[in-house]
């Protein structure tokens, strides 16, 4: 059973920074694309950053210059680094992956974690 487990969130001040992972575990042959999304109350979910194997990157407008993606697939971990924090990044953050799984090659499917909340508040 594959897996995705979000850390880092937490509460942090306005112009403050924070560094979310994502590590995914199971019988995992190979992952495509890793992103983040995020969803604030009343809003619908949003794709924040993209990123995929060979590395290639995406951005919401409203976070270019702000956020940056990164990932390690040796250990299948994708991080999202934030920086220069505003109240309107307040959300639930939801780590994405587009895989292949060992035990049925040729298929590929999405896979989402469990949430993770970011507050920025004064």
């Known amino acids: 059973q594959v897996q995705l487990v979000e850390s880092g969130g937490g509460l942090v001040e306005p112009g403050g920074s924070l560094r979310l992972s994502c590590v995914a575990s199971g019988s995992i042959l190979m992952i495509y694309d890793m992103a983040w999304h995020r969803q604030a109350p009343g809003k619908r979910r949003e794709l924040v950053a993209l990123i995929t194997h060979g590395g290639s990157t995406k951005y919401a407008d409203s976070v270019k210059g702000r956020f940056t993606i990164s990932r390690d697939n040796d250990k299948n971990t994708v991080y999202l680094q934030m920086n220069k924090l505003t109240p309107e990044d307040t959300a639930v953050y939801y780590c994405?992956?587009?895989?292949?799984?060992?035990?049925?090659?040729?298929?590929?499917?999405?896979?989402w974690g469990q949430g993770i909340q970011v507050t920025v508040s004064s």
């Open positions: 994405y992956a587009d895989l292949e799984e060992s035990g049925d090659v040729g298929n590929e499917y999405d896979y």
